[in-house]
C-alpha cells in the first residue's frame, strides 16, 4: 500500500475523541507495556488516518490485506508477552528471507525462503516440511547468519526475542546448532569433551557443575572423557550438551529424513525432553512424522 492517507475520522463527535483520548491516555500510564501505541503507530506510517485506536478497526472491510498482517503480528506479541512475564519465553520472526546454503553432518542444500512470519514459545517446535523448505533455512540462518559468509539475508528480516529486537548475526550468539558441522574445527583437536566443557564453565558466571551438564544430557563417562569424534552415535548429546554450558537460549537441529531421525530418535529425544524441560526454544525440521505427536508441530 503507498502513503497516500486514508481517512476515517469523519462522523465522529470532538467530544467523543476527546473523551476517549483521555481514557487512552489514563490506559498507557496505568500499562506502560501496551502495544497498542505501537500498532497504531504501524498503521499511521501505513498511511491510515485516524484519531483514537477504535477506529482502524473500520478499515478493516475494504483494507483487511494491509491490516492483518500487521494485527496478527502484534497480537502474537501480545500473547508472546504475556506468557513471558510468566515463565515463558517468544521468538517472533517477521518477514524471513534470503538464500542460503545449508550444511549438516548428513546433508546440504540450497534453500530459497521469502516472507516467512511465525512465532516460537518455549517447547519443542517440529517444523515438517521438506529438505528445502523455510524450517531448515531457518535453523541455519539463526545459528550461522554473520558466520557464514554465504547466508544472504533480506533486509526486511526482523527477529524479536522477549520484546527486543534483534539483528540476525547479533542473535546468533544466542543459539546452539546441533550438528558435528559447527565443530569441525573443534573435532580435529584431542580436547575431550569433558575439558572443552570445564572450559567453558570457568569462564562463564553460570553456577551449573560439570557433572550436572553430562547428567543432564546423560553422557557416558567413558565418552565423556573422549575427544568429540570418539563420541560415536553420542556426539549429537555431547554437542548439545557443549551449547547448554554455553547458555544459550534457542536449540537448532539440522534437518532429519524420517530415517535419519528414526536413528538417531533416542538421542534427538533426550535432547528435546530435558531443554524442553528447562524453558529453551528447541526447533526440529524434519519431513518425518515419526513419534513427534507430542510436541508442537507446524507445516512449513
Known sequence: MTKSLINNNQSISEDLVIKVKKQETEYYQKYPDSLIPK??????????????????YNFMPKHWKSILPVAINYYQMAMGCRIYKGVEMHLIIKNFGGHFVCKSNFNISKITV????????NGVTVLQGEIDSVGWALCYALAFCGKDRRIIIDTNSKIDFNGENYQLD????????????????FIKRRVTVRQYINHILSKSKSIIS???VKN???????????????????????IAAIEYAKDKEVFCFPWFSTKMLSYYWGHVEAIC???????????LPTSSSYKIDSWNIKKV
Open 114 to 121: 521469502s516472507e516467512f512470519t511465525d512465532t516460537f514459545f
Open 170 to 185: 547479533k542473535f546468533s550468539q544466542k543459539v546452539g546448532y546441533i550438528d558435528p558441522v559447527i565443530y569441525s574445527s
Open 210 to 212: 560439570i557433572e550436572e
Open 216 to 238: 543432564a544430557f546423560n553422557l557416558s563417562e567413558n565418552r565423556f572423557n573422549r575427544p568429540l569424534c570418539e563420541n560415536g552415535n553420542e556426539i549429537l548429546r555431547a
Open 39 to 56: 500498532y497504531v503507530k504501524e498503521l499511521h506510517e501505513l498511511g491510515f488516518v485516524f484519531e483514537i485506536s477504535s477506529q482502524a
Open 273 to 283: 525432553d530435558f531443554l524442553n524441560q528447562k524453558k529453551k526454544i528447541v526447533l
